[in-house]
């Protein structure tokens, strides 16, 4: 079973709007949270980090981190063709002496149509 | 910015064939690791290192071996290469504090 989940699997929407990404966590072990984007013939890169629990923005980008529920969100305001990306969540445990591994979620593929 | 390159970009062999890809990062970060993508599989982790002379198995090591023979160096040798190997490789780095990995721009091999 996925440790980490991501939904939806694909999202299209308009210039301008707002992308909402999910992603749950079946381990309650795992409690930092990142999100990566990307681009087609990229490798992935790193979009922000969030350990706490609340709302955590970065320009137009914002996640939300609920810890009873394991339960983190990427939300893109205004969002732009260039945004258009597979997103990836990833998880890890805090304080453990092997911290630096990532567990991925599957990723969610986003268009944003002009 | 953190610079991790591969090489080579593209990569065709023939099954049973040697493949070497190679990794090198100027960060000066300690952690190293290769990954492989393939669709509905997301990323997934093949091996990785602490440091020079350092290698860990991941989650999918069969098939595959790993050589950290300085910092700034990671290859993945693929010793009798097999069509299932077919895929997109990613190495990155990481300090190992903050969690971020810094990755390359991925090598695409094909075993025929």
């Known amino acids: 079973q996925q440790k980490v989940q991501q939904s939806p699997e694909s999202l299209s929407v308009p210039e301008g709007g707002m992308a909402s990404l999910n992603c749950t966590s079946s381990?309650?072990?795992?409690?930092y949270f990142w999100w990566y984007r990307q681009h087609s013939g990229e490798g992935p890169k790193a979009l922000m980090s969030i350990f706490s629990d609340g709302d955590k923005k970065e320009g137009r980008f914002t996640a939300h981190l609920n810890k009873a529920s394991l339960h983190v969100s990427l939300h893109i305001r205004d969002s732009q063709p260039s945004d258009s990306a597979l997103y990836f969540c990833a998880a890890s445990e805090p304080n453990v002496g092997d911290n630096s591994k990532l567990i991925w979620g599957l990723g969610t593929s986003l268009v944003v149509n002009p | 910015e953190a610079a991790v390159t591969q090489s080579p970009r593209n990569k065709v062999a023939v099954t049973g064939g040697k493949v070497t890809l190679s990794c090198n990062q100027t960060n000066n970060h300690n952690n190293m690791y290769w990954y492989r993508q393939d669709t509905g599989h997301g990323l997934r982790l093949i091996h990785y290192s602490y440091g020079a002379g350092s290698t860990e198995k991941g989650d999918i090591p069969d098939g595959y071996k790993a050589s950290r023979p300085s910092q700034e160096n990671f290859s993945l040798i693929l010793e009798l290469a097999t069509p299932s190997q077919t895929s997109v490789y990613f190495c990155?780095?990481?300090?190992?504090?903050?969690?971020?990995?810094?990755f390359g721009p991925g090598t695409r091999l094909t075993v025929l």
């Open positions: 381990d309650r072990n795992f409690q």
């Open positions: 990155a780095s990481g300090d190992g504090f903050s969690y971020e990995q810094y």
